[in-house]
């Protein structure tokens, strides 16, 4: 795969640049902001399902008794302009990278609304749609590029374990399948302009696996790359994965992709996050990111940490030479990337491996 030429050559050296110079800026939680709209059954539903179908398919596709409320990724085709605007929002804040809104946009999560043969439309309109906001601020600021991320999410199935407590060897997912959705997925992010792929929230190293096989099998079929980045979970104190691996062993799990970074975000804060960072910012080859969630979530599912505390704290991982990419994940705002971005600005990036031999 890393014999390929890049797709967008041009974009990667900007890139490669950009992180030569300084840490990286992420953006915040898409679904906090979108939250924050208080949209109903039919704000989700936009004039497109406002019938309970398809309304712009050939093929009507009903939802029968299926509510699509807190489908966030149907935003993107029902409500693009809340979508841009959130991208707008961190763009504002300093951030360097955002997220397409497609956590959930492969056929296996969207089956949950039965909307299945929107995924292809959904990564394509999604990368359409960071890529106008990130071409908008480039404009305005053309010595400080920015750049779109393609998400890829974990999916809401494991291939890894089962989950019939009763039936340990049983599966409800193969690694076929997975490929294949991340495959579609992929192809939509790619065409819709994404400059990089991210297979993010990894609880289960087999379903990276298999996006990152997906992924493989996509750019020979095209003939050209584009850089991936690998983010894991850690999903609770116990310092592994849900399916059993330490930061280390993740990291040698994916290394063979050759990513552009590999880290951490999701299901704890910066500060329960640090020792892993720390692991692999000791270990990886490549660069570190970490987009951490504000805090634990509270007895309402809220998170209370300001930021002001996230700043303090993601200032420390800066300071000791930890990041290369750095934002926020769950109940992150704006203001938290803002004061991120503030905080790390006087440091400088983590040195990869040969660069630190080099100096020495």
Same mark, same amino acid.
């Given at each position: 795969?890393?014999?390929?030429?890049?797709?967008?050559?041009?974009?990667?050296?900007?890139?490669?640049?950009?992180? &030569?110079?300084?840490?990286?800026?992420?953006?915040?939680?898409?679904?906090?902001?979108?939250?924050?709209?208080?949209?109903?059954?039919?704000?989700?539903?936009?004039?497109?399902? +406002?019938?309970?179908?398809?309304?712009?398919?050939?093929?009507?596709?009903?939802?029968?008794?299926?509510?699509?409320?807190?489908?966030?990724?149907?935003?993107?085709?029902?409500?693009?302009?809340?979508?841009?605007?959130?991208? +707008?929002?961190?763009? +504002?804040?300093?951030?360097?990278?955002?997220?397409?809104?497609?956590?959930?946009?492969?056929?296996? =999560?969207? &089956?949950?609304?039965?909307?299945?043969?929107?995924?292809?439309?959904?990564?394509?309109?999604?990368?359409?749609?960071?890529?106008?906001?990130?071409?908008?601020?480039?404009?305005?600021?053309?010595?400080?590029?920015?750049?779109?991320?393609?998400?890829?999410?974990?999916?809401?199935?494991?291939?890894?374990?089962?989950?019939?407590?009763?039936?340990?060897?049983?599966?409800?997912?193969?690694?076929?399948?997975?490929?294949?959705?991340?495959?579609?997925?992929?192809?939509?992010?790619?065409?819709?302009?994404?400059?990089?792929?991210?297979?993010?929230?990894?609880?289960?190293?087999?379903?990276?696996?298999?996006?990152?096989?997906?992924?493989?099998?996509?750019?020979?079929?095209?003939?050209? $790359?584009?850089?991936?980045?690998?983010?894991?979970?850690?999903?609770?104190?116990?310092? $592994?994965?849900?399916?059993?691996?330490?930061?280390?062993?993740?990291?040698?799990?994916?290394?063979?992709?050759?990513?552009?970074?590999?880290?951490?975000?999701? &299901?704890?804060?910066?500060?329960?996050?640090?020792?892993?960072?720390?692991?692999?910012?000791?270990?990886?080859?490549?660069?570190? =990111?970490?987009?951490?969630?504000?805090?634990?979530?509270?007895?309402? &599912?809220?998170?209370?940490?300001?930021?002001?505390?996230?700043?303090?704290?993601?200032?420390?991982?800066?300071?000791?030479?930890?990041?290369?990419?750095?934002?926020?994940?769950?109940?992150?705002?704006?203001?938290?990337?803002?004061?991120?971005?503030?905080?790390? $600005?006087?440091?400088?990036?983590?040195?990869?491996?040969?660069?630190?031999?080099?100096?020495?």
């Amino acid at each position: 795969m890393s014999a390929l030429p890049w797709l967008h050559p041009e974009r990667v050296a900007l890139l490669e640049r950009a992180l &030569a110079e300084r840490i990286l800026i992420l953006d915040g939680g898409m679904g906090t902001m979108l939250q924050g709209h208080r949209l109903d059954e039919a704000g989700f539903r936009g004039e497109r399902f +406002e019938h309970g179908h398809d309304g712009a398919h050939a093929h009507h596709h009903d939802h029968p008794g299926c509510d699509l409320k807190g489908n966030n990724d149907l935003l993107t085709l029902t409500q693009p302009a809340i979508i841009r605007g959130v991208h +707008e929002a961190y763009l +504002e804040a300093g951030a360097d990278l955002v997220e397409t809104n497609t956590f959930n946009s492969t056929r296996i =999560s969207q &089956a949950d609304y039965h909307l299945e043969h929107l995924a292809h439309e959904l990564n394509l309109e999604g990368a359409r749609l960071a890529r106008a906001a990130c071409d908008k601020f480039t404009a305005l600021t053309p010595n400080k590029p920015r750049f779109v991320i393609g998400v890829l999410g974990p999916t809401s199935r494991t291939a890894s374990l089962s989950p019939d407590v009763n039936d340990p060897g049983f599966r409800n997912v193969t690694f076929e399948e997975l490929a294949t959705n991340y495959r579609e997925s992929a192809a939509g992010l790619i065409d819709g302009g994404a400059d990089i792929i991210m297979v993010e929230t990894i609880f289960d190293t087999l379903n990276a696996k298999a996006a990152l096989y997906a992924l493989s099998e996509l750019f020979r079929e095209r003939g050209a $790359r584009v850089p991936l980045m690998i983010s894991g979970t850690i999903t609770d104190r116990s310092g $592994r994965t849900l399916s059993g691996q330490t930061a280390e062993a993740f990291w040698y799990s994916v290394r063979h992709a050759r990513p552009l970074s590999v880290g951490l975000n999701c &299901a704890l804060g910066a500060a329960d996050l640090r020792p892993h960072i720390q692991t692999l910012a000791d270990t990886a080859e490549c660069s570190v =990111s970490t987009h951490p969630n504000a805090g634990l979530p509270n007895a309402f &599912a809220e998170y209370d940490e300001t930021p002001e505390q996230m700043a303090s704290v993601i200032r420390s991982f800066a300071r000791d030479g930890l990041l290369n990419l750095v934002g926020g994940c769950c109940g992150t705002t704006p203001a938290h990337i803002k004061a991120i971005a503030e905080a790390v $600005r006087e440091y400088a990036p983590r040195a990869l491996p040969g660069e630190q031999q080099e100096a020495a």
